[in-house]
């Protein structure tokens, strides 16, 4: 059997791709606001129930961009438990990231951690909806609405996410999803800020071109975050196989669900029943009740071609960099970084293969290496 991985992209037919690439072509041109951006934002917009989207290179220009848009200054009180991207764009825009520790049920900012951290120099909440299960956005609004704090979500996992029947991405200042090759929803890589209303559009659209107004006209020491036409294409493309997909990707969440929820040492993922989930990753957390620690099964499954990946340890607070930033207790986010293990989910994942993977949790002991 072939190896597995923890994801592979989403890829539509390469045929239907070639008339899009033909028309990039004949149209010469390749980047800067053409006619496959435009219309990929407005499909997307459309797509995901958002006002107004603009899309990007990739996920962290996007959120590097955000904070640029919001001008937030000082500390932003942020997750440990996420890819380093998120706190990496804070240290890139001079912002000192403070940590506060998650709610284990759902790895995402537990919000009553975040009151004790606010100091005068707070400017900013940046909560990640991590796996794509919602933060608790609620709450997380109460507390930035009392100090007077911004709200930017990474929701580089929560494409196509719903609460109560409305797209997560609605919450906050602004939000940014993530369209890499490893994401539910690809432009091979890629990225997009989402936000309210059209100005705020308007100022994303200027500093992610350098600033430029107009030919002449520079208002702002703005980046490169642009998204060119082929991505633009690809993701027009990738739009018409996203609903397919998120089926699939269900189907394989409820069989996993179904083979390892009585399985003593193991807790699944618990997605509220309010939540349209996107199924982007399968976590598992290992107990000392189940026969072999987290790594040894991480290391009995490499052996054995599956490679399931430990998202998210180390946690960004333990990276050298960060060190110096921790502040307060991170005691469940250290614990759920220890017994973590993303097992391999994405919409090729066949069920031959998946019964592999089942049968190497549940057969933990066998073969000796636990
Ligand atoms: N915020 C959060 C919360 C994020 O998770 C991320 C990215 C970002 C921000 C930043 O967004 P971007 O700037 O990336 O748009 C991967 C991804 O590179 C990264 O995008 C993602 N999060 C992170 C969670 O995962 P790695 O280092 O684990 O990827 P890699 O190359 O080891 O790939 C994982 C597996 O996927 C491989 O073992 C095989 C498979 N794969 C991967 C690629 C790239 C393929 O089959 N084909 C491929 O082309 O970081």
């Given at each position: ?349 066949e069920i031959e293969e998946q019964e592999k993977i089942i049968s190497l949790i549940k ?8």
């Amino acid at each position: 059997m072939k190896n597995i991985y923890v994801n592979r992209p989403l890829l539509p037919p390469l045929e239907e791709f070639v008339p899009y690439l033909e028309k990039i072509w004949d149209n010469k041109w390749l980047t800067n606001n053409g006619p496959f951006h435009q219309q990929f934002e407005q499909q997307l917009a459309d797509y995901l129930g958002v006002k107004y989207i603009s899309v990007f290179s990739n996920g962290t220009l996007a959120l590097l961009t955000a904070l640029q848009v919001l001008r937030i200054t000082g500390e932003v009180i942020t997750t440990p438990y996420s890819f380093v991207a998120t706190s990496h764009t804070l240290l890139w825009n001079g912002l000192t990231p403070v940590f506060a520790d998650i709610d284990p049920k759902t790895c995402n900012i537990n919000p009553e951690k975040i009151e004790q951290l606010i100091t005068s120099a707070t400017s900013a909440i940046l909560p990640v909806h991590c796996y794509g299960i919602p933060a608790d956005v609620e709450r997380i609004q109460q507390i930035a609405d009392i100090y007077g704090l911004k709200v930017i979500y990474d929701a580089a996992h929560a494409f196509g996410v719903k609460k109560e029947g409305v797209s997560i991405l609605n919450h906050g200042d602004l939000s940014i999803l993530s369209f890499h090759a490893t994401k539910v929803f690809n432009t091979i890589e890629g990225g997009a800020i989402i936000c309210p209303d059209e100005k705020t559009k308007k100022w994303i659209d200027y500093l992610k071109n350098f600033g430029f107004t107009d030919e002449v006209t520079v208002v702002a020491p703005g980046i490169n975050g642009k998204m060119n036409e082929v991505q633009s294409a690809f993701g027009l493309l990738q739009l018409q196989y996203i609903d397919k997909a998120l089926e699939l990707r269900k189907s394989i969440s409820e069989r996993y669900c179904h083979a390892l929820s009585d399985i003593e040492g193991i807790r699944i993922v618990d997605v509220p029943d309010n939540v349209e989930w996107n199924y982007a990753y399968f976590p598992i957390f290992i107990d000392n009740r189940y026969p072999c620690s987290r790594d040894a099964l991480y290391n009995k499954m490499k052996a054995a071609g599956v490679f399931a990946r430990r998202y998210f340890y180390p946690l960004i607070s333990d990276f050298p960099m960060y060190k110096m930033h921790k502040r307060g207790d991170l005691s469940e986010s250290v614990s759920i970084a220890n017994s973590v293990l993303c097992i391999p989910i994405y919409p090729d994942l066949e069920i031959e293969e998946q019964e592999k993977i089942i049968s190497l949790i549940k057969n933990a002991t066998a073969g000796g290496l636990c």
